[in-house]
C-alpha cells in the first residue's frame, strides 16, 4: 500500500448544468449573453462559467439545475449529461496533466481552458492557477481518464 501523500489530489465535480452554445456570429449574442472572444479565454455571463472554444463554439457551465441562457440567434445545446469534471490540486499537478497531454502547459496561462487531448480522449483543459486544474470529460471516457490520472499521481508519489 502506498503510504506517501499523493502529490495530486483528484476531486469529482458536481454535475452542474452545461450548455454548448454555437453560433457564427458572436455579436449576435452579446446583447443578451457577453461571451468572451479569444480562443481559450474563460469568462462570467449572467451565472455561468463561460469558456471560448472556438470562433463559433463556447461552452457554458451553471452550478445546479440552471435554465437555459437567453441567447437569441445562437444555437443552444444541453450537453449536461454529456460531460463530467474533476478537479486537479497539489505539487504535482502540472506533471500529472503533461504526462497525457500534448500541449505545452509552461505556456498554457492560469485563467485559461482549451480542448486538448489527454491520454488520447478529447478533454477541455482549465488551468484555474498554478496548481489547480479542472479536467472536463465525456462521461464515457471518465472511469479511463480519472484511472490514468490516478496511476501518474501514484507514479510521481513514488518518484517515477
Known amino acids: 500500500m502506498l503510504d506517501r501523500v499523493l502529490p495530486v489530489a483528484i476531486h469529482d465535480l458536481p454535475a452542474g448544468t452545461r450548455f454548448s452554445l454555437r453560433t457564427a456570429e458572436p455579436a449576435s449574442c452579446a446583447g443578451t449573453l457577453p461571451l468572451p472572444r479569444r480562443i481559450g479565454e474563460v469568462g462570467e455571463a449572467e451565472g455561468y462559467t463561460v469558456f471560448c472554444l472556438g470562433p463559433d463554439e463556447w461552452m457554458l457551465i451553471g452550478a445546479g439545475e440552471a435554465a437555459a441562457p437567453a441567447a437569441p440567434g445562437c444555437a443552444v445545446i444541453d450537453i449536461s449529461d454529456r460531460e463530467v469534471a474533476f478537479a486537479l490540486s497539489g505539487s504535482g499537478v502540472m506533471d500529472a496533466v503533461a504526462a497525457g497531454c500534448p500541449r505545452d502547459l509552461r505556456r498554457f496561462a492560469p485563467g485559461t481552458a482549451v480542448r486538448t487531448l ?43
Open 118 to 160: 489527454y491520454a488520447g480522449v478529447d478533454v477541455i483543459v482549465w488551468r484555474q492557477a498554478a496548481d489547480r486544474f479542472e479536467i472536463h470529460v465525456w462521461r464515457s471516457f471518465a472511469p479511463f481518464v480519472r484511472h490514468r490520472l490516478e496511476t501518474v499521481a501514484r507514479e510521481l508519489a513514488l518518484g517515477l
